[in-house]
């Protein structure tokens, strides 16, 4: 996935606001939480880093192509970076952003998810 691809998945998910920080990274949130970042990329490589659930990040703590993420997991955050795209399937990776974007906004208080629209099932 490239950085343009990224940005527009993020993009079309609702209540979505983006930044560029932390060295010019892509920054996603849902209610000022942020839920993705692409960048902090080693060796030209484009890197995705995303919260996961607690099976997830144990699941993809071993799996090829992916790693917990650096500063996030060594706080004990369920955060995982995807940093060899070569084999990783572009639509592996929008399910894990998708994710991540929910697990997010389920964390925002109820009055916000409703003021924006979210988790209203």
Sequence with gaps: MTYDAFNKFC???????YVVQW???HVWKVGGKVFAIGGWEKA??????FKTSESDFLFLSDEPGYRPAPYFASRGMKWIQ???????EEDELK??????YRIVSLGLS??????L?????
């Design 11 to 17: 993009r079309s998910l609702t209540a979505t606001s």
């Design 23 to 25: 060295g010019n990274s």
């Design 44 to 49: 030209g490589k484009s890197a995705f880093t």
């Design 82 to 88: 995807q940093h060899d795209s070569s084999i990783i």
């Design 95 to 100: 399910y894990y952003l998708k994710e991540s």
């Design 110 to 115: 109820k009055k916000k998810q409703k003021e």
């Design 117 to 121: 629209g979210l988790n209203q099932d």
